[in-house]
């Protein structure tokens, strides 16, 4: 069975694009090992600040930020960093080649109930002779160069495109490596499973709560068949049970905050998502337009996600 390294290896990825995978890999190795120990290690629980959403940082949200930050720095090919928990892009060095965009613990939330949680990254190619600055980074998703995830469970699997189709790999305790279990991901174009956070119902626009109610209403409602519900409550769960076994999920808009676009980040949630979900035969929108095809206004920018089968994302947006 052929592990990370191999695959990169035999495939058209640049060297510098492989070191910078292999350093973001590794250093969710570690990052698995941390939340393995939970309580033992004394991670577990509020670090006592907000990030720059303002929302309350957990322990584990500081330190695999500054793991994640801190072997990417120290990595000559990366010219700038910008994660979740970063007020403003990091620069690196100079020289490097490439950008990257994370969210170093998605669904942290879920850490002190030992639920699924996963870091999110999205990686361009970006070079210039001064230190980088946050508009150097506003590039839109369809030029990003590689995506994935590393989702922590009952098992660390990493979920990866570099633009030529989707892979997954199951992390090999024994050996410390990532091995290629599952090679080409496709999504079914059709589906009967949705994700989305009903509680947030009343607060959805008109067209996307008669959307949803045709999803609940089944075989005896518009739609002619049933639907079951899922509801990781970590982006990073959702997509890849969407991934493994089809279906559609949504973060729509609504006017708990009419001034927020949207609960998810653009640049290292809804972008890397994206990519994989259209390299596995998918599709990722707005309510209005291709997710990739966004131009960034802000490292922060909040959008609406509707991404899954192509046809329930087509069925959803014809609302």
């Given at each position: 069975?052929?592990?990370?390294?191999?695959?990169?290896?035999?495939?058209?990825?640049?060297?510098?694009?492989?070191?910078?995978?292999?350093?973001?890999?590794?250093?969710?190795?570690?990052?698995?090992?941390?939340?393995?120990?939970?309580?033992?290690?004394?991670?577990?629980?509020?670090?006592?600040?907000?990030?720059?959403?303002?929302?309350?940082?957990?322990?584990?949200?500081?330190?695999?930020?500054?793991?994640?930050?801190?072997?990417?720095?120290?990595?000559?090919?990366?010219?700038?960093?910008?994660?979740?928990?970063?007020?403003?892009?990091?620069?690196?060095?100079?020289?490097?080649?490439?950008?990257?965009?994370?969210?170093?613990?998605?669904?942290?939330?879920?850490?002190?109930?030992?639920?699924?949680?996963?870091?999110?990254?999205?990686?361009?190619?970006?070079?210039?002779?001064?230190?980088?600055?946050?508009?150097?980074?506003?590039?839109?998703?369809?030029?990003?160069?590689?995506?994935?995830?590393?989702?922590?469970?009952?098992?660390?699997?990493?979920?990866?495109?570099?633009?030529?189709?989707?892979?997954?790999?199951?992390?090999?305790?024994?050996?410390?490596?990532?091995?290629?279990?599952?090679?080409?991901?496709?999504?079914?174009?059709?589906?009967?499973?949705?994700?989305?956070?009903?509680?947030?119902?009343?607060?959805?626009?008109?067209?996307?709560?008669?959307?949803?109610?045709?999803?609940?209403?089944g075989k005896d409602g518009a739609r002619?068949?049933?639907?079951?519900?899922?509801?990781?409550?970590?982006?990073?769960?959702?997509?890849?049970?969407?991934?493994?076994?089809?279906?559609?999920?949504?973060?729509?808009?609504?006017?708990?905050?009419?001034?927020k676009a949207g609960k998810l980040r653009?640049?290292?949630?809804?972008?890397?998502?994206?990519?994989?979900?259209?390299?596995?035969?998918?599709?990722?929108?707005?309510?209005?337009?291709?997710?990739?095809?966004?131009?960034?206004?802000?490292?922060?920018?909040?959008?609406?996600?509707?991404?899954?089968?192509?046809?329930?994302?087509?069925?959803?947006?014809?609302?």
């Amino acid at each position: 069975m052929q592990n990370l390294s191999d695959v990169l290896a035999s495939s058209s990825t640049p060297q510098a694009l492989q070191t910078v995978l292999t350093v973001t890999t590794d250093t969710c190795i570690a990052i698995s090992d941390a939340l393995k120990q939970g309580s033992l290690a004394g991670i577990l629980g509020m670090a006592g600040n907000e990030n720059v959403q303002g929302e309350e940082q957990k322990k584990l949200d500081v330190i695999s930020n500054d793991m994640l930050k801190d072997a990417l720095a120290a990595c000559p090919a990366v010219r700038a960093i910008a994660s979740e928990e970063e007020d403003y892009i990091v620069p690196a060095n100079t020289d490097g080649e490439y950008f990257i965009a994370f969210d170093p613990l998605d669904g942290s939330s879920n850490i002190d109930i030992n639920a699924m949680v996963g870091t999110i990254f999205s990686i361009y190619h970006q070079t210039g002779d001064k230190p980088a600055t946050e508009a150097d980074f506003l590039i839109p998703g369809k030029e990003q160069v590689a995506a994935g995830y590393v989702l922590y469970d009952s098992s660390t699997m990493l979920v990866l495109t570099t633009g030529d189709g989707v892979n997954m790999f199951t992390f090999d305790p024994t050996k410390k490596v990532f091995v290629l279990t599952h090679e080409n991901i496709q999504v079914a174009e059709e589906t009967k499973e949705f994700a989305i956070n009903m509680s947030n119902q009343r607060f959805w626009s008109e067209s996307m709560q008669s959307y949803v109610n045709d999803l609940v209403k089944g075989k005896d409602g518009a739609r002619g068949k049933d639907f079951n519900m899922r509801w990781v409550a970590a982006m990073v769960g959702d997509v890849h049970r969407i991934l493994c076994r089809g279906g559609v999920f949504l973060y729509p808009w609504d006017n708990k905050d009419p001034s927020k676009a949207g609960k998810l980040r653009l640049m290292y949630e809804a972008n890397p998502m994206a990519m994989l979900l259209e390299q596995a035969g998918g599709k990722a929108h707005t309510h209005t337009q291709r997710i990739l095809d966004i131009q960034p206004e802000a490292i922060h920018q909040r959008v609406a996600v509707i991404l899954g089968a192509a046809n329930e994302v087509d069925k959803c947006l014809s609302y």
